[in-house]
């Protein structure tokens, strides 16, 4: 299983960025999928989940700004981002963990740089 994550960039105070991540490869079953961000010096924090039920829940400083959703195929899960702020500028990975029927299995995209500029 590959998480390519895509879509960051550099962006205004107040505007919108959509960010996907593709899962390739043919999971068994997932789980869920999360996003994640670290800002620079700082530690790797949750951002959003959507679960296997299209149910989703939200970082608090995030909920009401931040969209997460997926594709109809469940193969692109996105993470719409407005009313962006400088504390938003980190880069986002996505996550996602897969059930085997044996085991959990988790997995991380590369990343992707969120610049949000005063």
């Known amino acids: 299983v590959q998480l390519q994550a895509s879509g960051g960039g550099l962006v205004q105070v107040g505007g919108s960025l959509r960010l996907s991540c593709a899962v390739s490869?043919?999971?068994?079953?997932?789980?869920?999928m999360d996003w994640y961000r670290q800002a620079p010096g700082k530690a790797r924090e949750w951002v959003a989940r959507?679960?296997?039920?299209?149910?989703?829940s939200y970082e608090a400083s995030v909920e009401g700004r931040f969209t997460i959703s997926r594709a109809n195929a469940k193969d692109t899960v996105y993470l719409q981002m407005s009313s962006l702020k400088p504390e938003d500028t980190a880069v986002y990975f996505c996550?996602?963990?897969?059930?085997?029927?044996?085991?959990?299995?988790?997995?991380w995209g590369q990343g992707t740089q969120v610049t949000v500029s005063s």
């Open positions: 490869g043919s999971p068994f079953s997932i789980v869920y």
């Open positions: 996550h996602a963990r897969e059930d085997t029927g044996t085991r959990y299995l988790d997995y």
């Open positions: 959507i679960m296997n039920d299209g149910s989703t």
